[in-house]
């Protein structure tokens, strides 16, 4: 019902920046927060950023140097990457929360790498 395609994963050095993004498409009407999350291979996937009308969160760790953003018109959300750690390489997943018909959904993105260089 939902698509999520994941664009600006890449290499870049410690310090440097990155701004992944994650459009939508399908029917998006009853999406309700989008964000993102990590996963190192062999780990748990843990969350990063997540937007909604009501709320932002993030992770301790990426406090200050993350920022979630979201375009509802465009279906889209961002994540501005700033000061990035050789510990913020993973791949990151963007995710989707939606409700339509009374009933709960949740949906995922194929995950874009990001590398951090030391």
């Known amino acids: 019902q939902v698509q999520l395609v994941e664009s600006g994963g890449g290499l870049v050095q410690a310090g440097g920046s990155l701004r992944l993004s994650c459009v939508a498409s399908g029917s998006t009407f009853g999406i309700n927060a989008m964000g993102w999350y990590r996963q190192v291979l062999g780990l748990q996937r843990e969350l990063v950023a997540f937007?909604?009308?009501?709320?932002?969160n993030y992770a301790d760790a990426v406090k200050g140097r993350f920022t979630i953003s979201r375009e509802k018109v465009k279906n889209t959300v961002y994540l501005q990457m700033n000061a990035l750690k050789p510990e913020d390489t993973a791949v990151y997943f963007c995710?989707?929360?939606?409700?339509?018909?009374?009933?709960?959904?949740?949906?995922w993105g194929q995950g874009t790498q990001v590398t951090v260089s030391s």
């Open positions: 995710n989707v929360e939606a409700r339509w018909n009374n009933a709960n959904y949740n949906y």
């Open positions: 937007i909604s009308d009501r709320s932002r």
